[in-house]
Nanobody, 118 residues
Framework: QVQLVESGGGLVQAGGSLRLSCAASGSMFGIAAMGWYRQSPGKQREWVARITNDGSTNYVDSVKGRFSISRDNAKNTVYLQMNSLKPEDTAVYYC????????????WGQGTQVTVSS
């Protein structure tokens, strides 16, 4: 099992920045990638960014150039630096981890609210 705990959400004005953190605990064996998703009221959960074990990163088009995902392997923590925030970035942000040993397993955090005011 992997436990994920997000932090760093809050209220920020448009154009501002926030940094989300996701601290992972438990067995990290076989965890191939970690990432961030978000969900706004009335919308489906949307993938935002991913970082793999080799450090490769990918982003949804709407955040490219504004968001940056990184990881600190020593701390088992993944970060999402969010700059130039827009009201449409308002959502609950969820951390995700994927294990690919003996099948594919996904783990989720409880989410952290990000609210961007105009």
């Amino acid at each position: 099992q992997v436990q994920l705990v997000e932090s760093g959400g809050g209220l920020v004005q448009a154009g501002g920045s926030l940094r989300l953190s996701c601290a992972a605990s438990g067995s990290m064996f076989g965890i191939a990638a970690m990432g961030w998703y978000r969900q706004s009221p009335g919308k489906q959960r949307e993938w935002v960014a991913r970082i793999t074990n080799d450090g490769s990163t990918n982003y949804v088009d709407s955040v490219k150039g504004r968001f940056s995902i990184s990881r600190d392997n020593a701390k088992n923590t993944v970060y999402l630096q969010m700059n130039s925030l827009k009201p449409e970035d308002t959502a609950v942000y969820y951390c995700n981890a994927i294990r690919v040993v003996g099948g594919v397993y996904e783990y989720w955090g409880q989410g952290t609210q990000v609210t961007v005011s105009s």
